[in-house]
């Protein structure tokens, strides 16, 4: 599984770079989504975010660059548009 994570902090960078060191295959970046980066995750097969509000076109974007699942690094979910 190829993973890409945005609006990686840096208190959870080593996090990331273990994980990479141990073979999953994780692209990181600092931005947040938005329409402007969104095709980063283009051939990726998840992405994960923190507390970003998503769009429709955003969750569309992704679906056709064969993004299948979205992750949440946080303790609650209210920023994510459960109805799609």
């Given at each position: 599984?190829?993973?890409f994570a945005y609006s990686v902090r840096e208190d959870e960078v080593k996090y990331f770079d273990?994980?990479?060191a141990e073979g999953i295959d994780i692209t990181y970046i600092s931005?947040?989504?938005t329409m402007?980066?969104?095709?980063?995750?283009?051939?990726y097969d998840a992405v994960t975010i923190i507390s970003n509000v998503l769009t429709k076109d955003m969750y569309d974007a992704w679906a056709s660059y064969g993004v299948k699942s979205i992750g949440?690094?946080?303790v609650?979910?209210?920023h994510v548009d459960t109805a799609r």
């Open positions: 599984m190829k993973i273990k994980l990479i931005e947040y989504p402007d980066n969104v095709e980063l995750a283009r051939g949440t690094r946080s609650g979910f209210d």
